[in-house]
């Protein structure tokens, strides 16, 4: 079953259109694997997946996604989904969102304002919701060989490279300071001790040297 639907741009990881969700699934299901599907738009965007096809799994589901033309479509199904269903249904959004103008596309600012394409995407979605019409049957028996250039990995991988990157960004963004000897902890700890103390000899030194010089000009006087 075709369950979630995301359209997006690669430049900037925009969101722009969204197929109908299933309607059987809880709501903080939905959002978390929504979530889940931005969280893959944006690193597709940064280019931390490079692969222009991809299965990617997540509990008893998985993400299959399509890059072609600067747009991503991606689709969340059942782990026993027939993979090449799932790309077949991507493809023919792919054809189908070819056919408007990249211009307009480039303009859009806000997620998911491309409301043209839900109905569009939600018309195609139940084409494939039987995978056993004779349609999705033929596509199935056809070319057998095309899941070879398609790259599988799990979600956590990608969590855990994602997290290792901005480790190495924040070290590499942190501003090194010019070592100093005064950047030591014990000698700032000395410093506070015993600079009070040295203002007070140094005050006692000075007095005690003006009312030397005051006395002696007395006794010259």
Known sequence: MVKLTIVGRVSDGLPLAQGPRYTIEENNNFLFYKQQAEFILKEISKGALAHSKMTIHIDHHCFNHLVDNGIIFITLCDSSYPRKLAFHYLQDLQKEFEKF????????????????????????????????TQANLSKLNANRKQDVDIVTKHISEIL????????????????QTVSSIWSSPRLEVIALKWTPITTIVVVAVVLLWASLVLTDHIIIS
Request: net charge positive.
């Open 101 to 132: 103008d990249n211009r307009l596309l480039e303009k859009i600012t806000r997620p998911y304002s491309f409301v043209k394409f839900d109905s569009i995407i939600g018309n195609i979605r139940r084409q494939y919701i039987d995978t056993r």
């Open 160 to 175: 855990e490279r994602r997290q290792n990157a901005e480790i190495s960004d924040r070290i590499f963004v942190t501003p």
